[in-house]
Structures are given as structure tokens and as C-alpha cells.
């Protein structure tokens, strides 16, 4: 089991930058890949960002050359940060965890946080 506690959301004006964390706790040894993912009021969560145990890093559209992931592992944390937002990246961000290699090729994670509220006005 892979407890996830995300912070750093807030509200922030267009351009401005955010860095959000995630605490990861428990069986975190076993964990293969981690991930950053989205998802604002009436739409589809979506991936943003991922990461691996060897440290070899993805991103979707919305977050290339915007975002940033990566781990501090003396501190178990994830974190990703973000410039240049704009109102549209306004979403509740979670962090998700996943063990199983196969899993983390398709996406699929088991363990996720319960979220942090990004807002970015006009």
C-alpha cells in the first residue's frame, strides 16, 4: 500500500507559477512509476506528466514545456512544477502511484491522492 497527500495548489494569476507536491508514504520501495494528472469541473481526468523509477520522464500536450515532474527521493515526494499557467490548466491535480510495470505502460494506477485545487484567473 502507497499512501499520496498532495499540497501547493492555490490561486494564482495567468502567468504566474505554482509547485505542487506529493508526499508518498508506505510501501513506496516498490513503486515503478508515478504521475501527475488533472481533472477541472465537467470534464475527463487527464495525464499531465510521468515519471519512473530510472527517472526517464514524460508529458501530455497540455504540459510540455510548461511543466516540470520530478522526485526528491530522499523526501519521498513527487513534484511538479508548473509556469506560464493559464485559466484553462484550472483543475483539482492528483498525484498516482503505481507498482506494477505493465500498469505503468497503459496508464493504469492503482494508488492515488486525494487531490489539490488549482485555480488561475484571468
Known amino acids: 500500500q502507497v499512501q499520496l497527500v498532495e499540497s501547493g495548489g492555490g490561486s494564482v494569476q495567468a502567468g504566474g507559477s505554482l509547485r505542487l507536491s506529493c508526499a508518498a508514504s508506505g510501501d513506496t520501495y516498490s513503486t515503478y512509476c508515478m504521475g501527475w494528472f488533472r481533472q477541472a469541473p465537467g470534464k475527463e481526468r487527464e495525464g499531465l506528466a510521468h515519471i519512473i523509477s530510472d527517472g526517464t520522464t514524460s508529458y501530455a500536450d497540455p504540459a510540455k514545456g510548461r511543466f516540470t515532474i520530478s522526485k526528491d527521493k530522499a523526501k519521498n515526494t513527487l513534484l511538479l512544477q508548473m509556469n506560464s499557467l493559464k485559466p484553462e490548466d484550472t483543475a483539482m491535480y492528483y498525484c498516482?502511484?503505481?507498482?506494477?510495470?505493465?500498469?505503468?505502460?497503459?496508464?493504469?494506477?492503482?494508488?492515488w491522492g486525494q487531490g489539490t485545487q488549482v485555480t488561475v484567473s484571468s
Open positions: 498516482a502511484a503505481e507498482p506494477l510495470r505493465t500498469n505503468c505502460y497503459t496508464r493504469r494506477y492503482n494508488y
